[in-house]
């Protein structure tokens, strides 16, 4: 079964807790006689969950690749020295 759109965002505000007191009390309605509503949040959850750690992981790549570049190659030898100097005072 395909999820509306607009139940998406139902739940996406749920979810983060920007939904008014109304929107509130409508889906909390909605999870009590849609027993599937439940495992839609859960899955919903799931979601931004993989998003996060995903978009997390990314950034450490990221950061391995400058701190590589800064610290491992020729090219910028004189700025590491400079960063080691700091930290030996």
Same mark, same amino acid.
């Given at each position: 079964m395909r999820t509306s759109l607009r139940e998406i965002k139902e739940l996406e505000n749920f979810i983060m807790g920007v939904p008014s007191p109304e929107e509130r009390l409508l889906v909390e309605?909605?999870?009590q006689l849609d027993?599937?509503?439940?495992?839609?949040?859960?899955?919903?959850?799931?979601?931004?969950?993989?998003?996060?750690?995903? &978009?997390?992981? !990314?950034?450490?790549?990221?950061?391995? *690749?400058?701190?590589?570049e800064l610290f491992d190659t020729p090219r910028h030898q &004189?700025?590491? !020295?400079?960063?080691?100097?700091?930290? *030996?005072?």
């Open positions: 309605a909605k999870v027993t599937s509503m439940t495992q839609k949040i859960r899955c919903q959850k799931s979601a931004y969950q993989l998003v996060r750690d995903y &978009g997390r992981e !990314k950034l450490r790549e990221e950061i391995r *690749k400058v701190e590589f &004189g700025f590491r !020295k400079r960063i080691v100097n700091l930290f *030996k005072r």
